[in-house]
């Protein structure tokens, strides 16, 4: 436990985490049984639980993380901000965990404690966060997961997935024509089959180390008994319209009057409980078969305003998918990283790759760092580098199951002598480039007859990094898609209140299948297709000695990439601790204009970047990043303020 202490840099207001580090104990040393009544599969032997429970109690004594106390604020993003935590960093020598959620982190943290590896884990964080996070992600959404086994990397795709009955023109309405986001994000109609429970299910299969049924214990212990709303959920409730609709979201997330329960309030999940006992007995068929499949496809097709596609034959035949990680060599002088993550249908690590891969082309490396911040200079660099990295991801980027790769290669988009091409574009100085184009990378001798993708509003998302005593760690990024995803929620009708919400992941398919001269969106919807994700779960290598260097991401729609560029920058370029690095100030840029994080940036920032004719826009820029890296005596953590995470570890 003396490691932990090393956490302790913060007083009493660890408080609220050491409270619910004993009521884990509490779970841990009661929960040999399944809630009702049956014994798991297999189960950890009593003596290891008892050990756990105690570790777990002495824990309380020594944990820290940041304090939850301040009053919400409620934001017009649309996976609004909270209040900013200013959380210390954490440092560890062996193992930890990293996730959106102090209890979450904790259910995490226990399977490492129990000897759990860090799939384990992030089980365990997952089924904890589809309770206390439900805005972000759960059992009824998608994730992506790079996974590092000490000696290979393993690319996990549990992304949702098309109905079968689900065409090109499901997001038009009766005149041709796309309808708003905010209609087709509410009801059964962007439902895709969800992905991440069949995902996990396979990473356990590989590198699971306790038994399946042990990792839902926490998740199990906390719907039933309760859990306390966390500001920030309270304050997502607080600025919510459309989840009052859902019957079922109605009756849980709201008091008898319509009020949003506050931050603090007990909540309790026994229908969750209920369906997470039987996944815990009978793995994911237990969600993809039978009487929760049922429920999902009557709330998805019966939704009175907005009825989806979804058949029980698409749940039944979901299937995870095994990939090969995208991976690409970063010189940052005199050391090369080489950094990996998900290859399509994700774009993320893609186009992080062709923005950093661009700068490099650039004189961004030489501009100093001064004051916390960047300065107009290099923002004006990151920003144009940005636009022809998003151009690229408009026009190639789709499921690679129904997508031809430029050239051949992913790969292509990002190669060396492609992107100082592209780089050459880039006026220093300014002014900013007039409108950019894709590029045509790699040996693309008739340019793919694609039209680009318009650029759409994404929302609503978690992420998890873990490291366990054997070095073996993982980036997992995981989503419902919009806050709340499509607000329906799940429940199977026998008097429990509470069930799961579903996602909403079609909207991340082009609404538009094809431009006026009908070539096709390479991101148009298809039967069984998987829509294109900003996520970027990332894993950073040394080059030369294979080291694993740190696991990071963040949720954040399209800004994810930027979030987690910015995050990679400043560690590799400017020496930033995680904490410190995830700390800097946001920005962002998709197609034409420059976001700065609202009142982070020096005044003289924008009104330069205005000057070079950037069209700047400061927003509440609300990532969620969570990163642990290596340091010369050990591991560091960091999880963002800007949301509620922490990191915990030994
Ligand atoms: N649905 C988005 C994606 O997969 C993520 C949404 C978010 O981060 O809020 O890229």
Partial sequence: MQALGRLAQVGPQALVPAQHLAFLAFTFSKSSRL???????????????????????????????????????????????????????????????????????????????????????????????????????????????????????????????????????????????????????????????????????MAHAKHGKLPWAFLFAPAIRLARDGFAVSPRLAALLAGETALQKDPVAAQYFYDAQGRPWPAGHVLRNPELAAVLQRIAIEGPDALMTGEVAQTMVNAVRRHPSNPGLLQLGDLAQYKPVLRQALCTNYAVAPKTYRLCGMPPPSSGMLTIASILGTLAFTPAASLSFTGGQPGADWLHLYGEASRLAFADRALYVGDPAFTEAPAGDWLSLVQPAYLQARAAAIAPQGPVMPKVQAGTPGAVQAPLNWMPMPEQTEHGTSHISVLDRWGHALAMTTTIEDAFGSRLMVNRGRGLAGGFLLNNQLTDFSFSHSGADGKPVANRVQAGKRPRSSMAPTLVFDADSGDLQLSGGSPGGAFIIHFTAKTLYGMLHWGLSPQAAIDLPNFASLEGTTFLEKGRFAPASAAALQARGHQVLEIPLTSGLQVIAREPDGWAGGADGRREGAVLGD
């Avoid at 000490?150 to 109905?163: F, L, S, T, V």
Wanted: neutral net charge.
């Fill in 35 to 201: 809630g009702d009544g049956r014994e798991p599969a297999k189960s950890l032997p009593h003596r290891l639980r008892a050990a756990l429970g105690g570790l777990l109690m002495g824990a309380t004594l020594c944990i820290a993380a940041q304090a939850q106390t301040a009053a919400p604020v409620a934001s017009a993003q649309p996976e609004g901000a909270s209040k900013f935590i200013q959380n210390p960093g954490w440092h560890f020598q062996k193992q930890a965990v990293a996730a959106a959620n102090p209890l979450a982190t904790e259910a995490g943290y226990a399977m490492l404690t129990a000897g759990g590896s860090a799939v384990d884990a992030a089980i365990a964080v997952q089924m904890v966060l589809s309770l206390v996070e439900p805005q972000s992600s759960g059992i009824g959404g998608g994730a992506f997961l790079v996974h590092f086994d000490g000696k290979n990397m393993q690319a996990y795709d549990g992304r949702e997935a098309a109905p079968a009955q689900a065409g090109p023109d499901l997001f038009l309405g009766p005149d041709g024509k796309p309808i708003p986001m905010k209609q087709a994000i509410v009801g059964g109609r962007a439902v895709g089959v969800p992905g991440a429970l069949s995902m996990l299910a």
